[in-house]
């Protein structure tokens, strides 16, 4: 799935195919700073990060804590991810 997938569920009505949307889009981000941040650690980025590394490791963290918020959210409302 790419974020142009996702953008018909963001237009529903329902709130919990909204909710499916916003937890695909932060899935999508985060596998996408995942492989960049594992690229890095290897040495095979083609550019140099603007930001240093513990910002990265700030907002890879608290993506990850997003997304277990919302798989919980999920299991409780009942709304297949």
């Given amino acids: 799935m790419e974020l142009?997938?996702?953008i018909e569920l963001m237009q529903s009505e329902d709130y919990k195919e909204r909710?499916?949307?916003?937890?695909?889009q932060l899935r999508i981000r985060f596998?996408?700073?995942k492989a960049m941040l594992e690229k890095w650690d290897?040495?095979?980025?083609?550019?140099?990060?603007?930001?240093?590394?513990?910002i990265y490791n700030f907002q890879i963290r608290a993506?990850?804590?997003y997304i277990a918020t919302?798989?919980?959210r999920a299991v409780i409302e009942g709304i297949e991810l």
């Avoid at 909710?19 to 695909?24: G, L, N, S, V």
């Avoid at 290897?42 to 513990?54: I, V």
């Fill in 4 to 6: 142009k997938d996702t």
């Fill in 19 to 24: 909710f499916k949307a916003e937890y695909h």
């Fill in 31 to 33: 596998e996408k700073l």
């Fill in 42 to 54: 290897a040495g095979e980025l083609s550019f140099t990060p603007t930001c240093n590394r513990g």
């Fill in 63 to 65: 993506m990850a804590d």
């Fill in 70 to 72: 919302l798989e919980t």
